[in-house]
């Protein structure tokens, strides 16, 4: 099993630029989570999906921040628009009993 | 609602010693524990998980863990740790039946030559 996918693994744009962050999910899983990671805040749980449907996005910051699960095998998340406070590493996760991550995108926005 | 702390946000420990994290947990119901290592510029990869039966739980790379239910806590150990230790520590919570896990704060471990 290729494990959760990623990509892309580095972004760099400028402020006020549309991001999209995808994900690929273990097959098999049911549940899909976004998290966000920073020096100042941690590991942040940002929105989760259990067979494709939004349970939790309490954890999203603003309306500029977006998410989707088309199916079962896709997830993305989307900033529009980027500025610089939203640097951080963005993780994926998918579990069926535990959760497991995907390797990281890291963005940077300028 | 669950919570987790981890006291020591750093530990160092000189390579081949013993190291212990310390992670303590709130919780009104009954609850399965975790802890995850994240390696520099990598995704979190899972340590070990308690979810019912023996206390004393075994995970990869030697670590060990104890579900203690009357101080709450689930402290990660491992009896000689290596260079290759160094990463940072998460334990974590979640409720049976539900997905949201919460993750505590982490702790750095520097395993000094």
């Known amino acids: 099993d290729a494990g959760v996918i990623q990509s892309p693994r580095h972004e760099v744009t400028e402020m006020g630029q549309e991001v999209t962050l995808r994900c690929k999910p273990i097959?098999?899983?049911?549940?899909l989570f976004w998290y966000r990671q920073t020096m100042m805040r941690g590991l942040e749980l940002l929105i989760y999906?259990?067979?494709?449907?939004?349970?939790?996005d309490s954890g999203m910051p603003e309306d500029r921040f977006s998410a989707k699960m088309p199916n079962a095998s896709f997830s993305t998340l989307k900033i529009q628009p980027s500025e610089p406070r939203d640097s951080a590493v963005y993780f994926c996760?998918?579990?069926?009993?535990?959760?497991?991550f995907g390797p990281g995108t890291r963005l940077t926005v300028t | 609602a669950q919570s987790v702390t981890q006291l020591d946000s750093q530990v160092p420990v000189f390579e081949e010693a013993p190291v212990e994290l310390r992670c303590n947990y709130s919780?009104?119901?009954?609850?399965?524990l975790f802890w995850y290592v994240q390696y520099p510029n990598q995704g979190l990869q899972l340590l070990l998980k308690?979810?019912?039966?023996?206390?004393l739980v075994k995970g990869i790379n030697g670590f060990e863990a104890e579900f203690n239910k009357s101080q709450t806590s689930f402290h990660l150990r491992k009896p000689s740790v290596h260079i290759s230790d160094t990463a940072e520590y998460f334990c974590?919570?979640?409720?049976?039946?539900?997905?949201?896990?919460?993750f505590g704060p982490g702790t750095s471990l520097s395993v000094i030559p």
């Open positions: 996760a998918s579990s069926l009993n535990e959760q497991y």
């Open positions: 097959s098999g899983h049911n549940s």
């Open positions: 999906f259990n067979n494709n449907v939004p349970i939790d």
């Open positions: 919780s009104s119901v009954s609850v399965y």
């Open positions: 308690y979810l019912s039966g023996s206390t």
């Open positions: 974590a919570v979640s409720v049976p039946s539900y997905d949201k896990v919460i």
